[in-house]
């Protein structure tokens, strides 16, 4: 019974964050359309990436792949439609994985940018709510990759002060 209401906690999450997107982008600039196959990684290794993933199988946006450790040449002739990168980061995750914020976002870019050369809808997010907004590390994973998707994806509880509301209008 736990796990199912932790799945609808998501989910509401998600829809949420749908709702504040569309809103955010209401008559500023044309919503991109999202298509499947999905691909999710993170920017900062944290498990905003697993979170993304379940919600959209809960949703049924199938199929979706995600990879930590995502290089560009994962996306090159793969077919995937849609890119989504988390922002948020762990330090217990990242030194796991042998990283740091800065490598983390100069792969992030390097992910993008071969996402658009492939024709990809990129689509960045921070779905974490504040506990992934705690560092310097979180701040910079924010401030360097938010600004470059098509299209941000942000549950309400990570922007009370409004913070995303003016990272999107300031960047369309």
């Known amino acids: 019974m736990k796990m199912q209401q932790n799945r ?8 949420l964050s749908v709702v504040f997107l569309f809103a955010g982008t209401a008559g500023a600039a044309e919503v991109p359309c ?7 990684t993170t920017c900062g290794q944290s498990p905003g990436a697993v979170m993304m993933k379940m919600s959209l199988l809960h949703s049924q946006i199938t199929p979706v792949d995600t990879k930590n450790d995502m290089t560009a040449a994962d996306l090159t002739g ?4 849609t890119l989504i990168v988390t922002t948020g980061t762990s330090g217990k995750g990242m030194g796991a994985a042998g990283t740091d914020v ?3 976002i100069a792969r992030c870019k390097e992910i993008i ?9 990129v689509i960045t997010a921070h779905v974490e ?4 907004r705690t560092d310097q590390a979180d701040q910079d994973s924010i401030d360097e990759i938010i600004p470059l998707g098509d299209a941000i994806l942000i549950i309400t509880s990570s922007n009370p002060a409004g913070y995303f509301t003016k990272l999107s209008e300031d960047n369309n």
């Open 8 to 15: 609808f906690l998501i989910l509401g999450a998600v829809l």
């Open 34 to 40: 999202i298509e499947t196959p999905v691909i999710i």
């Open 78 to 81: 793969k077919g995937y439609k």
């Open 102 to 104: 800065n490598k983390e």
């Open 113 to 121: 940018k071969a996402a658009r050369d492939e024709g990809m809808v």
């Open 129 to 132: 709510g504040m506990a992934r």
